[in-house]
Structure formats: C-alpha cells, structure tokens
C-alpha cells in the first residue's frame, strides 16, 4: 500500500486519538491478543493472532466471521478457559486485571462472575440438569457473594427479572423450559455479580428468528444499561440488529472493524471479506464467496485471504498491517 499522504496522515493520527480516548474509558482494552495451540508432532494452529480493540461502557460489539475463524478461542481467553495446549500472548485489560496475564485464583476470585459475565452458547447445557433454575442462581449468589439467606433468594429473583425470566418458572428444571427461557435463565446466571462486560458466545445459535431477535433485543438492553457486550456469532442479522461496531475475523485476524451502521449501511464494509460476508446472505446477493478457508496450522505468509480475493495482487504476499480499523492492501472504496 502507498504511504498516507498529509492529509491521510493526519486522518490516522485523529483516528488514533480518537482509539486512545476509546482505551482510557474502555471495559475491555485487547491488545495484540494472540493464541496458539500446540499439537502433537510440534504443529501449531494460529487460532488467534494480534487481535486489537477496544469495548466500552454501553457498546456492543459483534465479533464476526466463519467457523473455525477463533472467535470461541478469542472469548474462552478472555475467560482464562482455554485448554492446557493454548499458548497466550497480548494484553487484555478490564478494570486494571490482565485477563491474559491473572492466575487461576485471581480469575476465579475476581474475574468470572463479578467482572466478565459469559452467555453461553448453549444454555441447557450450562445449566445443570438436575436442579431448578431458583436453586442455581441462589448458589451462584451464594459463591460470589457472602449473603443470608433471605438476601440470595431476593439476589437471585432480582437477576431473573434483570434477564426477563419469569418468576413462576424459578422451581422449574431446566429441561422443562423452551429454548428462550434457558437462554434467559443462563442469562440471569451470567448477571448475577454485576460483570460490567458480557460475553455472550453465540447465544441465538439454534433459535427461531423470533427468539434470535428477542433474545438479541435482551442482550442489547443490558449493553444500554451501561454494560460493555461483546457479541461473538456468526448471525449477521443479530449482529445488524443489536451491535454498535462490527469487527470481522478471518483465519484467526481481525480485518476490520466499522461502525455498524457504515458496515449494514449503504456504503459498506470495505475488506473484500468483510462484503463477500455480506454479499452471501439470501437477503442480499446470496453469491458465497468461492473457496474454503485456509487451515490454521498452515496460514501463509501474506494476506490469508489473498487466494479467495478477487481484488489480490501480488502486495498480497506481504501481510498487510491493520491500520485504523482495517487490514488489507486493497480496500474496497467506499460506495457512493
Ligand atoms: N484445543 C485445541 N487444540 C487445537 N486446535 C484448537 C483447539 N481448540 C480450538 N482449536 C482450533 O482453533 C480454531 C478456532 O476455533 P473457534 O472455535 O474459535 O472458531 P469459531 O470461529 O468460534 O467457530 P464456530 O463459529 O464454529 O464456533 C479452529 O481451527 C479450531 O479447530
């Protein structure tokens, strides 16, 4: 790519004031945030490489892109879940803790629950069995605060109500709830300590589109109470719906990262991924983009979108950096 000239230079550097400003009021500050995972024979997958943003109070930001892109991977970093074989490195700041860099008991402790809240990406499954909705969200209150008894049970009522799940279903198990009311009573669980930022890891996945928007309509609520959500799917209609930025991850990068409304809007994303993400919906072109993701264990050195990229050039061969919110050396130009 040309050198910025002067004016793009100084469009760089007001965009960089504007991220630094962003940083100092952020929940989450992710920087350079990169795993990998060794295997067996001493190959390694590039789940994650330099991932950068920031997430503020308030905002909601879908994480997007294919299976297999590390989204997942991503958020079970930020939870201090990944397996024994993840290598880390970067920074991830919330409230002055280093979620990358904090030890078993400090996450534990101080972090799941009471800072970072998840939304599972199968509630029935987070939910245990065996016991009512009432009696697991009381032994989360239990565990992440020293209360009585009279208080835990009104905590947990509280966190049902915060989550919309009514208070008739609390003696409920969960296989006797519909899909909405798991989602909502993991949702209730994930409230409980007061986390100033949700992860909520493919929460319509499985949905019917009613629910998708309901459920999306819900998680959005609680960003505009003053929560920062990170919103990890591969659901671009829910991401439209609910996300104030948009950031696109391919083969373990993020590419870019736009404002929702230039991203859905008429002007559009500007990566060549970003619109072939677009242009694949039914709603829109419905033309997939040719070709398969490149396997994580053997990304090339250039631009791993390069060989399904109808713009590439040679330039691709080199990685191109991500700057000002995006990472490819022929961006789309913004359509009039
Ligand atoms: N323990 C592990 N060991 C090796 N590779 C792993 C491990 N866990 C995940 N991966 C790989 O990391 C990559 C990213 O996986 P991830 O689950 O984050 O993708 P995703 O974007 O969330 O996909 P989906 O939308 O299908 O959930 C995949 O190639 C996956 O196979």
Redesign the pocket.
Known sequence: MNAPNASGQRLLRALDAVTAERAEDAVLSVRDLTVR?R?RGGRT?A?VTGADFDLAAGECLALV?E???????LASALLGLL?G??ETSGTALTDGIDLLAADEKTLARTVRGRRVGLVPQSPAAHLTPVRTVRSQLEETVRALTATGRRARRKAAEDAAERAAFPAGHLDRYPHELSGGLAQRAATALALIGGARLLLAD?PTTGLDRDLVDRTADELRRHADDGRALLLIT?DLAAAERIADRVAVMYAGRIVEIAPAHRFFGPTGPRHPYARGLLNALPEREFTPIPGMPPE?SALPEGCAFAPRCPLATELCATRPAFTAGLACHHPERPRA
């Not at 299976?67 to 991977?73: E, L, T």
């Open positions: 995972f295997l997958v789940a892109g299976s297999g892109c590390g989204k997942s991977v397996p074989n993840a493919e591969h994580l």
